[in-house]
């Protein structure tokens, strides 16, 4: 019991200081652990699990659209680099750089890869000839390295995990299709497997990817209101083609450019998870992405027939669901907290009383709804029970982005709000990244997140310059 | 039918020049492509295929003996890879050093991981307490950097994707029987998965992994006699956890070091599979890992009904095999040469006249033996086709390494069979590191590939300076 005890007394509440609710967790539930290389961390077996889950489920996504999987170097030569000028300005900056090599200094610098689009676009030139070699749909499963300044777990490292799916098509239309496809295969991600609602819409040209004609992106609400990028999808045109020489014979035998997008999610999605869904007693799962499903807590277990019991129900559903019985000698009431703490969307308990009534006690992590079920029936109580928890998990966090998402008609109203409440500013705005800029330093902080695809008008002029407005923004803090 | 002659052609046969042979095949295969960066290369989508169905099926091997998989950095401070002295002595030299990030020099320099043992235990030294905690199992899929001076594609390059294994146990005994165990592991992957025979047993001390006390290794023979070192699993005893200060309670109460393994496998296998198989037409792929098992070849596909029945043969089998119909207007000749080329272990062919009969034929491309089947029972000859060419995959490397396999009983043989026959050389050895190292500079390049687990005795000296032998050695080039 003490140990139960310490267990639960350590989260500190998320009301009193969100960072150290959100590292709390992370730690206690053996997520990550820092190492000794300075913003670079650690992904234990738990944490990595969960990935584990999300990389099969929108890997499946990827090859469903057509795409296909490689493998790129993990190093890019300086002049490699500087081939496109946007591209080698937004990302130079915060590279790391191998200047020795075998013992010997190198000729050339190479950084680690913040990201592939150049070496996709050497390899691309060599491989593209004819519209026949079109498109070119590959993705590519890797870790990459930018050299923050703050670190933060999962949200913010210097190395993290990702994709990048890099495609190049015979025409702007088609790559502009697949730009959209690919920011709706992330929006449905989102929302089906990770029970998370977001904001999708166009980045302002400040907020672009460096390099993109148009960035598209999935913005979530974080639990406390902030935004985190969750997702982005970029549109090139022909600027890295022209850059690189990448050329094709088109179908009318003139020699043209292919059209390039880039897409990418990454192991920030965990912080998603934990800051959208968490409580005070620790993560909250989504049933699609959770190494446990099911954790089974005998009750009484030194009484005969209880753990043979579990165990027959642990091999009946292990057959459907990812199950973990705890048979160990710690008490139901710790096993109770730590499952909780480790977000398993459903626990099942069993003991003498219950195998009596032939039933078995299925209680939700969400809600903390008890559920008695006839054993006969558990598969399918099994089944309603995850599907109940998604509804309730994704119910809330729909609940908490309405309930944080505000509309400012004039400027005095866009700093009230960003001074007072937490969440999303919906306002229009004139298209000029001076407005931008000035909104952000006069609330320390408060970015345009997108240009929704949906725009409302809310306004007549632009909630900061009062010049007429060109677009409803969405705006907000961000991790 | 140009197009195919020139791609037939373009294989140089294996007997006239066996290295041009191996990169002919794995450019005309598309596995894989240079790039700017020295030494590193991009897996094409077909290479990258054949990995994922490895990483696939070791990972479920790994998972059922009791192994979580999780992420380390990228980067290792020069510090820390210092602690163990036999194993920065053995990789220092073939590290690359990030000395510059984010536009400032680096107060220490970092090496892009060539092995992740130091980091392993910087975290195990945090996580592990008591023997409770024991053992852990940890693995890790990633990608490694070695500076290495000649590369070859799969077979050396400076970067390269593997798994390494690193578990922490109470005792030395539970320490090697892991060791053990993941070596059968691998063993029975090659055997079961890859159709790869191969010799298996302990390194010699010279042979032996950087800081390890004990190696032990698979090593399976190319069709030219050549061998692989194809995996391999170290035993370190408690060295590295003294090095790191990891401690744990015993079950006595006293404080202790727990004992260590590692074990790796990587991308070279994709090149013993191509070196092992392949014959003067392409790749030759065991069914296990094959990205398409089944190549369906319309034959006359413009006729009324031939590409319908086709579809619907796909469709039936695409439930239990990966199957691809080829519908191009390429001729079925050209699609013929393409799917051996490719390696693709059955290719179905249907045509007018088999559709008349109720049947279709299946190619083995092992022997290119023709099957022909009736359509009612389509599902099992392709389960018992795939067996098939496993089976005869599996007989014919076996063949080529018992053919190739040789036996010296003095210095003079040893001499003349390294010269004259390709192949392993079994002989005695009297364990001294200075015959080993004569044997190799006698015959340019000869080492020891290991100490077979079943040694014979097969004279009573050392075949090198004639002192009384310890062991049997297995000897061999190698890639």
Redesign the interface.
């Known amino acids: 019991m003490a140990e139960q005890k310490k267990m639960v007394e350590a989260i500190t509440p998320m009301d009193e200081d969100f960072a150290k609710w959100y590292t709390d967790i992370v730690k206690k539930a053996e997520l990550m652990?820092y190492?000794?290389?300075r913003g670079?961390?650690?992904?234990?077996?738990y944490g990595?699990?969960i990935?584990?889950n999300i990389q099969k489920d929108l890997d499946t996504r990827f090859k469903k659209t057509g795409h296909?999987?490689?493998?790129?170097?993990?190093?890019?030569?300086e002049s490699?680099l500087q081939k496109e000028k946007d591209h080698v300005e937004g990302f130079a900056?915060?590279?790391?750089?191998?200047?020795?090599?075998?013992?010997e200094k190198l000729a050339e610098?190479?950084c680690?890869r913040p990201t592939s689009e150049v070496?996709f676009c050497?390899?691309y030139q060599?491989?593209i000839n004819s519209y026949r070699d079109l498109p070119k749909l590959?993705n590519q499963w890797?870790?990459v390295?930018r050299?923050?300044?703050t670190t933060r777990p999962f949200l913010r490292s210097?190395?993290f995990?990702w994709q990048e799916g890099h495609t190049m098509h015979e025409t702007a239309e088609e790559a502009r299709e697949e730009t959209l496809r690919m920011l709706h295969v992330y929006a449905d991600f989102y929302r089906e497997s990770l029970a998370i609602p977001a904001v999708i819409g166009r980045k302002t040209e400040k907020e672009k990817f460096a390099g993109a004609l148009e960035t598209y992106t999935v913005e979530p609400m974080m639990h406390n209101g902030v935004a985190l990028q969750g997702g982005t999808s970029h549109y090139f045109g022909d600027g890295f083609a022209k850059s690189f020489g990448i050329t094709f014979t088109g179908r009318d035998n003139t020699l043209q450019h292919p059209h390039q997008t880039s897409w990418g999610v990454s192991t920030r999605m965990i912080g998603a998870i934990i800051m959208v869904h968490g409580d005070d007693n620790g993560l909250v799962l989504p049933p699609a992405i959770a190494p446990i499903q099911v954790a089974i807590v005998p009750v009484a277990q030194h009484k005969p027939g209880v753990l043979e019991k579990a165990r027959e129900l642990q091999a009946q559903l292990a057959e459907t669901y990812r199950v973990k019985l705890d048979d160990s000698a710690q008490s139901p009431g710790w096993k109770f907290s730590q499952y909780e703490m480790l977000g398993v969307p459903l626990r099942l308990e069993i003991g003498p009383k219950d195998i009596e009534k032939n039933q078995c006690v299925l209680v939700r992590r969400d809600n903390r709804e008890k559920i008695f079920v006839p054993l006969d029936r558990l598969s399918e109580a099994v089944a309603e029970g995850l599907q109940a928890v998604y509804d309730g998990m994704y119910a809330k966090a729909l609940e908490n982005l309405k309930a944080k998402t505000h509309y400012a008609h004039n400027h005095e109203e866009f700093l009230d709000i960003a001074k007072n409440k937490p969440g999303f500013i919906n306002a229009m705005w004139c298209g000029d990244t001076a407005c931008e800029e000035k909104l952000k330093e006069e609330t320390g902080g408060v970015k345009s997140r997108c240009i929704p695809f949906e725009e409302e008008h809310i306004s007549d002029v632009c909630v900061c310059c009062g010049k007429p407005a060109k677009h409803h923004v969405v705006w907000g803090r961000q991790y």
Chains 1, 2 share one sequence.
């Open positions: 652990d190492s000794s290389v670079c961390m650690v992904i234990e077996p990595y699990a990935w584990e296909v999987n490689v493998y790129m170097p993990m190093l890019i030569p490699l900056p915060e590279v790391a750089w191998v200047t020795q090599g075998g013992g610098r190479l680690i070496l050497e390899h060599k491989v590959y890797c870790s390295m050299w923050e300044k210097s190395e995990l």
